[in-house]
């Protein structure tokens, strides 16, 4: 539920009984894709902001928390990542954040809508800088269908960059599709999901992802939560899975060293999402293992 009133743009968490708003300057666009209303608008403090179905996206000041958590810790944690496929992810942040690793040596990013990627190369174009990087390949289109058919054992790392789990993409958070992410990763893969607000998700959706990445196959699953202000309680998290590596163990000195800017992650800030609060880890020890902690 959203409100535009006075000034300012509205979400409503009517079952949690919450709300978060942004005073706005303008709308600078509306319209109604195949998919989802999808409306820009210039707040006052906080950049562009970026809504879909009257859900918050991002916005420009504080989405590099988002995209630098679903992608540093992964790709850090992999010991050699060269293929990446993102699933979603249509403002194009995550694959910004993947291109700066340059061992990566080639990125998908496989966006149902293509409109959220069109409108953020003109309104979020910041994020977008690496759209030209002769590694990047986009695919607009189904991701769950993409997995499915995409080639056995071809992928290092896969990032499930989505919006909540209603909707299209309501099948990314499914079993079956884990499997099929499963299969199409080498040995070593990970996987990592995008996996909402460790307050209010932590027995409805987070114990379920725990829950349903085990039964695919992957021996190790890790929330790591991070701040994200514009979202729901702003906390949110992001479910790390490896297929035989631990993931509590990194390439710390490769992410001390990274040849790249960050504004967030750095190795301090990976050990800290490492640690789970007390009230995760009991709700989540059926599915913690000893050698996760």
């Known amino acids: ?17 919450t709300a978060f708003s942004l005073q706005v300057k303008k709308k600078l666009h509306e319209e109604q894709t195949p998919f989802q209303k999808l409306e820009i608008y210039e707040t006052e403090t906080f950049g562009n902001l970026m809504v879909l179905d009257g859900c918050v996206m991002l916005t420009t000041r504080d989405n590099f928390l988002y995209h630098e958590m679903m992608t540093h810790p992964a790709l850090f944690t992999h010991r ?14 995550t694959l910004k954040e993947v291109l700066k690793h340059p061992g990566v040596e080639e990125a998908w990013q496989v ?14 174009p910041e994020l977008c800088e690496a759209n030209s990087d002769p590694r990047a390949n986009f695919f ?18 896969i990032i499930i960059d989505s919006t909540d789990p209603v909707g299209p993409a309501e099948g990314l958070f499914a079993l079956d599709f884990y499997r099929d992410a499963m299969l199409a990763l080498r040995e070593g893969g990970i996987i990592v999901q995008q996996s909402e607000s460790p307050l209010l998700h932590t027995d409805s959706i987070i114990k379920g992802i725990h829950e349903d990445m085990r039964k695919a196959g992957f021996e190790h699953v890790q929330t790591m939560p991070f701040p994200q202000p514009v979202y729901p309680t702003g906390w949110w998290s992001c479910t790390m899975a490896s297929k035989e590596n631990p993931i509590k163990y990194f390439r710390e000195e490769d992410a001390n060293n990274r040849p790249f800017v960050t504004r967030y992650y750095n190795s301090g800030v990976h050990h800290g999402a490492l640690a789970m609060p007390q009230f995760m880890v009991d709700a989540l020890e059926d599915e913690v293992r000893p050698e996760e902690g």
Do not use: H
């Open 140 to 157: 607009f289109g189904d991701g769950i269908q993409w997995m499915r058919d995409i080639e056995p054992n071809s992928v290092d790392l």
């Open 80 to 93: 050699d990542p060269k293929k990446v496929v993102i699933v979603g992810g249509g403002d194009c942040g």
């Open 111 to 124: 966006e149902i809508d293509e409109r959220v990627t069109r409108m953020s190369e003109k309104y979020f």
């Open 1 to 17: 539920m959203t409100a535009l009133n006075d000034g300012w743009f509205t979400e409503v968490f009517q079952d949690q009984g």
